[in-house]
């Protein structure tokens, strides 16, 4: 049996497939302004069996399906979508690009009454598009919280994750371009001239898990006037001597560990492990053209597009070797402006004032990606400081795994909190 392909996972070669029935499909991921493979556009075929033996087979697959072109849903008497096409985005791709967003208003909102309601900016995790307030709405405790008389009344958007090179992480980023400047000055200011939010600092909130979790604190530390609170659950880690279980500072590579062990990337509640940093990085490189895990538009691709700088052939230049995990110290030293805990710590006089009661984290203690090494960093590094004392809250979950919390914890604790701080 031979394939005239490459890239593939678990397997080094599609060649290896043992023998019996096999479900083929093709795609053509031809949509260059969204990472996800089901984008508007993209083609595909129909999945079909095929019988692979030892003999030499000829397949053909015909890409006669296509995604529907993209259209808003429709709106609901509370839930609204926008779709706004960002100048700042355009100009830096050189073709049109959009910001798009859910809007949840208050259940006692009426139109025309002239309130304007505290805002909580909603991000998703990895790649989450602004739709999920549809699925959180059909789920009854929320519905049920939500539209009772007694629930503070704020406005929740949900921001779209998807970019060219995988999730924006709503910052300005040298390779995927300004997306915090165009959320603040494009997406933002079209929301508060359309919808009934209050243009002021003191009524700006921002939360999220996962990758919300990280954008939520990176928002808040990086624009610490412009939000008056952040909810992070389970983010990214805000250090570099911990990417996930990678120390980018003293590590010489990022898939073997000092000891000689392939280095985990994910694992069960109970510890144990799942797959490795290499399998993940092979995953991404089959997804990606040419083998190259760094325009798979996934989670390590994603990162080091957010923290890196392109090459002459414009790709981002990688943190580490695909093949060997060799960790390129150069690289590091070029992304430490991204170190948030690095960041705080060297500006911690001029930030912790303004950053007075508005930090807020929640991570379970066996975080599946092992993300709770790097929130330790900071909370160390942030009970160290004393000019001036940082007041941040740590919650620690015994047990519980990635974005392993529930509702009462995950939106409902957040809307009563950042109410009371909204009337300070």
Same mark, same amino acid.
């Given at each position: 049996?031979?394939?005239?392909?490459?890239?593939?996972?678990?397997?080094?070669?599609?060649?290896?497939?043992?023998?019996?029935?096999?479900?083929?499909?093709?795609?053509?991921?031809?949509?260059?302004?969204?990472?996800?493979?089901?984008?508007?556009?993209?083609?595909?075929?129909?999945?079909?069996?095929?019988?692979?033996?030892?003999?030499?087979?000829?397949?053909?697959?015909?890409?006669?399906?296509?995604?529907?072109?993209?259209?808003?849903?429709?709106?609901?008497?509370?839930?609204?979508?926008?779709?706004?096409?960002?100048?700042?985005?355009?100009?830096?791709?050189?073709?049109?690009?959009?910001?798009?967003?859910?809007?949840?208003?208050?259940?006692?909102?009426?139109?025309?009454?002239?309130?304007?309601?505290?805002?909580?900016?909603?991000?998703?995790?990895?790649?989450?598009?602004?739709?999920?307030?549809?699925?959180?709405?059909?789920?009854?405790?929320?519905?049920?919280?939500?539209?009772?008389? @007694?629930? $503070?009344?704020?406005?929740?958007?949900?921001?779209?994750?998807?970019?060219?090179? +995988? !999730?924006?992480? %709503? /910052?300005? =980023?040298?390779?995927?371009?300004?997306?915090?400047?165009?959320?603040?000055?494009?997406?933002?200011?079209?929301?508060?001239?359309?919808?009934?939010?209050?243009?002021?600092?003191?009524?700006?909130?921002?939360?999220?898990?996962?990758?919300?979790?990280?954008?939520?604190?990176?928002?808040?530390?990086?624009?610490?006037?412009?939000?008056?609170?952040?909810?992070?659950?389970?983010?990214?880690?805000?250090?570099?001597?911990?990417?996930?279980?990678?120390?980018?500072?003293?590590?010489?590579?990022?898939?073997?560990?000092?000891?000689?062990? @392939?280095? $985990?990337?994910?694992?069960?509640?109970?510890?144990?492990?799942?797959?490795?940093? +290499? !399998?993940?990085? %092979? /995953?991404? =490189?089959?997804?990606?053209?040419?083998?190259?895990?760094?325009?798979?538009?996934?989670?390590?691709?994603?990162?080091?597009?957010?923290?890196?700088?392109?090459?002459?052939?414009?790709?981002?230049?990688?943190?580490?070797?695909?093949?060997?995990?060799?960790?390129?110290?150069?690289?590091?030293?070029?992304?430490?402006?991204?170190?948030?805990?690095?960041?705080?710590?060297?500006?911690?006089?001029?930030?912790?004032?303004?950053?007075?009661?508005?930090?807020?984290?929640?991570?379970?203690?066996?975080?599946?990606?092992?993300?709770?090494?790097?929130?330790?960093?900071?909370?160390?590094?942030?009970?160290?400081?004393?000019?001036?004392?940082? !007041?941040?809250?740590?919650?620690?979950?015994?047990?519980?795994?990635?974005?392993?919390?529930?509702?009462?914890?995950?939106?409902?604790?957040?809307?009563?909190?950042?109410?009371?701080?909204?009337?300070?």
């Amino acid at each position: 049996m031979q394939f005239n392909a490459t890239g593939s996972y678990p397997l080094a070669s599609i060649s290896e497939l043992t023998p019996g029935v096999w479900n083929v499909q093709a795609l053509l991921d031809s949509n260059s302004v969204l990472a996800d493979v089901n984008s508007p556009g993209n083609l595909y075929s129909v999945d079909k069996q095929i019988e692979i033996s030892d003999e030499t087979i000829d397949i053909q697959l015909e890409l006669t399906e296509a995604i529907d072109p993209e259209s808003l849903p429709a709106d609901t008497e509370l839930l609204k979508f926008v779709r706004i096409r960002s100048q700042l985005l355009s100009d830096f791709y050189a073709q049109d690009m959009y910001l798009r967003a859910s809007v949840l208003l208050p259940a006692g909102y009426e139109e025309g009454a002239n309130i304007r309601y505290p805002v909580l900016y909603h991000v998703g995790g990895l790649s989450d598009r602004y739709t999920r307030s549809i699925g959180l709405l059909e789920e009854e405790d929320f519905a049920a919280y939500w539209m009772h008389e @007694a629930t $503070p009344a704020v406005v929740m958007v949900f921001l779209d994750g998807e970019s060219p090179w +995988g !999730d924006s992480y %709503q /910052v300005n =980023s040298d390779i995927s371009g300004p997306y915090a400047d165009a959320n603040f000055e494009e997406l933002f200011v079209h929301l508060q001239q359309n919808f009934p939010i209050a243009d002021q600092a003191d009524s700006r909130f921002v939360s999220g898990c996962s990758t919300g979790g990280w954008v939520s604190m990176a928002l808040q530390v990086f624009y610490p006037d412009y939000f008056n609170g952040a909810y992070s659950f389970s983010p990214d880690s805000p250090s570099f001597k911990a990417f996930q279980l990678v120390d980018l500072y003293e590590d010489d590579n990022a898939f073997v560990n000092e000891h000689g062990i @392939a280095r $985990p990337s994910m694992r069960a509640t109970d510890g144990e492990p799942m797959f490795g940093v +290499g !399998d993940e990085v %092979q /995953v991404e =490189s089959a997804m990606g053209i040419q083998d190259n895990f760094l325009n798979s538009r996934q989670q390590w691709a994603t990162w080091n597009a957010l923290y890196g700088q392109l090459d002459t052939e414009g790709n981002p230049i990688p943190v580490w070797n695909q093949a060997t995990g060799e960790i390129d110290k150069q690289v590091v030293e070029s992304w430490s402006k991204w170190d948030i805990d690095k960041h705080m710590v060297e500006n911690w006089e001029v930030l912790g004032p303004k950053l007075e009661g508005k930090l807020h984290f929640w991570m379970g203690d066996m975080d599946n990606f092992y993300l709770t090494a790097g929130l330790r960093i900071l909370e160390q590094s942030l009970s160290g400081q004393i000019n001036p004392i940082s !007041d941040a809250s740590f919650t620690w979950a015994p047990y519980l795994g990635h974005c392993e919390l529930d509702n009462q914890t995950y939106y409902f604790d957040v809307i009563e909190k950042l109410s009371e701080r909204d009337a300070l």
